[in-house]
């Protein structure tokens, strides 16, 4: 804490977040908003509207998640996977992002958060070779419960934001109470 203030503190506030979330996801949305001019990672152009598209829809997930490894497919800019490493600070968390300019910017994003230790790697799923995850989370990527079972322990559960495939009915995996607006749950048998 003890820096300046982020224009983004205001709205993360609102959200009801500690002081310690407030200030580590700052300076991750601070860092975002300072490489959105030379790599498109969000269409979000106010420190409200990031927190509305970024945080808002994956902090109220973050009390639910399982103790264990949690796996982000398709990084980007960070959310929901660095979000949920931020607010959530006891959880192992690898990043996957293929893209070498917004792998970038996530290395950098994880330690500018306090999450050094956050694995950052510049893969795609299907070339991902680590251990299989408590936790698989993914947004706005159009993939299956099944094209993501490599990644996830039986028992494991993969959340998705955004469009998804797969329906109800996912082949090994059984889909589970929604744990907040706008996220798909499947829990791997």
Do not use: C, K
């Not at 299989?132 to 959340?159: C, D, F, H, K, W």
């Amino acid at each position: 804490m003890g820096g300046p203030a982020s224009p983004h503190d205001a709205p993360l506030r609102g959200l009801g977040l500690t002081p310690a979330a407030v200030a580590s996801l700052g300076r991750y949305l601070d860092l975002l908003a300072a490489w959105s001019s030379r790599v498109n990672l969000t269409a979000a152009r106010t420190p409200q509207a990031r927190v509305d598209v970024l945080v808002a829809p994956v902090a109220p997930v973050a009390p639910s998640l399982e103790p264990g490894l949690l796996i982000d497919v398709g990084s980007g800019n960070g959310s929901p996977g660095l979000v949920l490493a931020l607010l959530r600070p006891d959880l192992p968390v690898t990043l996957l992002e293929p893209r070498q300019r917004r792998w970038a910017f996530l290395r950098e994003a994880a330690r500018a958060g306090g999450r050094p230790d956050v694995d950052v790697r510049r893969a795609r799923h299907d070339a991902y070779h680590g251990p299989a995850a408590r936790t698989v989370t993914v947004r706005a990527l159009r993939l299956t419960p099944q094209a993501l079972a490599p990644l996830v322990r039986p028992g494991g559960r993969v959340l998705a934001w955004g469009p998804v495939d797969g329906g109800d009915a996912a082949e090994g995996f059984t889909r589970e109470p929604t744990p907040a607006p706008g996220v798909v749950a499947w829990r791997r048998r």
